[in-house]
């Protein structure tokens, strides 16, 4: 028996702080540096240290019609205005197994407005402190843990 395993996007979810995105065309999660990096030693001897840093920047761009724009953006006018309008960000594959949470989300500036003669989407661009939850995964879910 095979499976055919198949991506859809509109399987993929974005919740900040319990609100679910709506309209988004892209969405690009990268850790900002590697889990591990190599200190050089004397003799070629090195040395493989762990880096705590598990700070992420996101990349979501959102069609232009859609109220994830005012949502996105009261959330940076309130940041701007108060410095407490940081927020909590998950990002599932319902349809897979990668997954991504952060506690520590803010959005340093707005994108920019674009107005064109056909629909120009928005560039959000959310930096995350620290995360908990960075799985890259794919589509395939087993019927027992592979661990």
């Known amino acids: 028996m095979s499976n055919i395993l198949t991506y859809d996007p509109a399987s993929v979810h974005v919740i900040i702080n319990g609100y679910e995105c709506t309209a988004l065309e892209f969405v690009a999660v990268r850790r900002e540096v590697p ?7 004397i003799n070629g001897i090195n040395t ?3 880096n705590l840093d598990t700070s992420a920047t996101i990349e979501l761009v959102v ?16 940041d701007a205005r108060w410095g407490t309008a940081g927020f909590s ?19 340093p500036v707005l994108p920019p407005l674009r107005f064109h ?31």
């Open 35 to 41: 889990a591990f990096f190599t200190v050089k030693g």
């Open 48 to 50: 493989r240290v762990r």
């Open 63 to 78: 069609k232009q019609t859609s109220i994830t724009n005012d949502v996105l953006s009261y959330i940076h006018e309130e």
């Open 89 to 107: 960000i998950t990002i599932k594959d319902k349809g897979g197994t990668s997954y991504f949470v952060s506690d520590d989300a803010s959005i």
């Open 117 to 147: 003669t056909n629909l120009s989407p928005r560039e959000w661009h959310i930096v995350c402190g620290s995360s908990s939850v960075f799985h890259v995964g794919g589509n395939f879910t087993p019927s027992v843990s592979l661990f």
